[in-house]
């Protein structure tokens, strides 16, 4: 379901922003590190958060990952499934995405044990839209062009 040309947004170490809706049916966004395993994108919350008390609430959940000139994102929409409890696998798949080796080896050389104040939240794409902005992509080349 991720168009093929936007998967490098998916593996590589790009926040996404989680678009939750609040009671007021607002949005509350927040930049989540995450882990995507070709089907489902993951990512974990502590259960005394308002994200945690707003998914439990309504599950519909989107978010959107953006290449940091601006120029290419994917947004995916779908709902929420919360995990009881945090999954220290989960966790070592977003330490290994998002901390250097050498981090991880000095810090974190096994799977953590799950913490029982965290749940992961495991979203499957039910829809996904994927846009390059040319005129955004124009910007920043003319930048460059001046270097």
Do not use: C
């Not at 974990?44 to 008390?53: G, L, N, V």
């Not at 991880?104 to 846009?131: F, L």
Request: charge should be neutral; avoid cysteine; glycine fraction near 4%.
């Amino acid at each position: 379901m991720i168009p093929q040309d936007m998967a490098d947004l998916m593996e590589g170490r790009y926040n996404a922003i989680v678009a939750i809706n609040r009671p007021s049916n607002s949005p509350q966004l927040t930049p989540i590190w995450f882990y995507w395993d070709g089907e489902a994108l993951y990512f974990r919350i502590a259960k005394s958060t308002a994200k945690y008390r707003n998914l439990r609430r309504n599950s519909s959940v989107s978010l959107m990952v953006t290449n940091t000139t601006g120029f290419r994102y994917l947004t995916v929409y779908g709902q929420a499934h919360l995990w009881d409890t945090d999954s220290g696998e989960i966790s070592q798949h977003i330490a290994l995405k998002y901390f250097s080796p050498t981090w991880i080896e000095q810090n974190q050389p096994h799977i953590p044990e799950p913490d029982p104040n965290v749940v992961v939240v495991k979203v499957i794409p039910e829809k996904v839209v994927s846009t390059t902005e040319s005129i955004a992509k124009g910007a920043v080349e003319s930048w460059l062009s001046n270097l």
